[in-house]
């Protein structure tokens, strides 16, 4: 018998010695109290472990329920739901990829981070983007915009509906969108951060495109995002003659798979699975007691911060609820807080991109009355440690007080 010729080669780049999960995960899970990614329930995780075929039966049967459970929650009639394996930026990228190209006037309603990242994308497709810049914490008046629509001329105009990055939340979109439709001009609207925690009717407001992420109002896992697009903004994709640059999110591939059970990449079916049980969460609960959910909670959230002795960021007229910002106290840096905070109390909240202040997301599974008085009182005892001056039982009560109506009557 010939022995074996293999001879055992050393391989060029030797394989690496790491950690395992168990080793570098901490023992307890944090709670995920930040500006995203944000906790899932159980039965979303459970989905998540569940890999099945991306073209069979059950896929397609999964797809046309996470498309009609999306168009509740969109409020659109509209046929053309989509999904997207990525981010929500990359739901983005497809409303914006496909809707402008060269030439294309877009017109950018600009009021912090995320708003910018929509005029950026158009200015990379080689639309002719003008923006309408708002300062910091405020919105732009419907004066402003009707300026801006008549000055510019739009084809398309780029809105976000709360802008997670500085918590402002804008209040006129439903006129914005009026405004633009009457000008003839189609409306995107980035919902990532709101989309199922405060109204958002897509075609009773005349919106175009509206995207969403699945790791923020949704709860389910990030990486895969959903869009809709109206009659008349399908009818544009459609009737583009230059071709899509990105083919990942060229909307006309992406309805083979979307529309017409067909393959156009493989799709990521344990997030979509993920996705689908998110969304039937929304359905069970409605969107009428989701939305007093988040209200509910983040106003209480809010009394409970103001009774600290610490301050918002926003103004309360334009206060996001989704993503309540808070300022940072005198000789403290953002970084500061949200490292002790995680390390001393496991719970992540956020900093926000340059800005003095720190973010707790009100999104999804992060309201609920166990999480906000963890973190409140996580948030007011990382304040202590670290030498700021709050006062903690005022906090609470506040919180308590605010959560049960003022006064607890209790049954007899
Ligand atoms: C988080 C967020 C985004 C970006 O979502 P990613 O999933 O990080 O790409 C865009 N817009 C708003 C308003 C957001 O809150």
């Known amino acids: 018998m010939p022995t074996s010729s293999i001879t055992p080669v050393a391989s060029a780049v030797p394989c690496p010695v790491v950690e395992s999960l168990d080793a570098i995960l901490p023992e307890e899970p944090l709670l995920m109290m930040g500006a995203g990614p944000v906790p899932i329930p159980a039965a979303v995780a459970k989905a998540n472990t569940i890999v099945i075929n991306h073209l069979g039966g059950t896929m397609v049967k999964v797809i046309g329920q996470v498309k009609t459970m999306a168009r509740y929650v969109f409020q659109t009639n509209s046929k053309w739901v989509l999904g997207v394996a990525g981010p929500g930026s990359a739901a983005m990228e497809m409303a914006i990829s496909n809707l402008a190209w060269e030439g294309t006037r877009v017109l950018s309603i600009k009021n912090g981070f995320f708003s910018e990242r929509m005029a950026e994308m158009g200015r990379r497709v080689g639309a002719r983007v003008s923006t309408l810049d708002v300062d910091d914490g405020a919105v732009a008046s419907l004066e402003q915009v009707a300026e801006a629509i008549r000055r510019e001329r739009p084809e398309i105009v780029t809105v976000v509906q709360g802008e997670t990055s500085n918590t402002v939340w804008n209040y006129h979109l439903k006129d914005i969108a009026a405004l633009a439709k009457a000008a003839g001009a189609l409306v995107i609207i980035d919902a990532v951060c709101t989309l199922s925690t405060m109204p958002l009717e897509m075609d009773a407001w005349g919106i175009d495109a509206v995207i969403t992420g699945g790791q923020k109002g949704l709860s389910s896992i990030p990486g895969v995002s959903l869009i809709a697009f109206s009659d008349a903004a399908w009818a544009r994709v459609k009737g583009r003659t ?35 049980e998110a969304l039937r969460l929304v359905c069970a609960e409605t969107l009428e007691k989701r939305f007093a959910r988040h209200l509910k909670c983040s106003l209480a959230l ?27 106290p005198k000789g403290l840096s953002p970084g500061d807080i949200c490292g002790h905070i995680s390390r001393q109390h496991q719970v992540e909240i956020s900093g926000s991109f340059g800005l003095p202040i720190v973010r707790i997301g009100q999104m999804g599974e992060q309201c609920r009355e166990h999480n906000l008085f963890r973190t409140l009182h996580a948030l007011g005892r990382t304040m202590l440690d670290l030498g700021a001056a709050v006062d903690l039982p005022a906090g609470v009560a506040a919180l308590e007080k605010s959560l049960s109506g003022g006064a607890r009557v209790l049954a007899r």
């Open 302 to 328: 809010q009394e409970g911060i103001a009774a600290l002795g610490l301050n918002l960021y926003a103004p309360p007229a334009c206060r996001l609820n989704s993503v309540v910002g808070i300022e940072v």
């Open 242 to 276: 230059a071709p899509n640059a990105h083919w990942c999110l060229d909307a006309s591939l992406a309805e083979n798979f979307w529309h017409n059970a067909g393959y156009h990449y493989t799709a990521p079916v344990s997030g979509v699975l993920a996705l689908h």
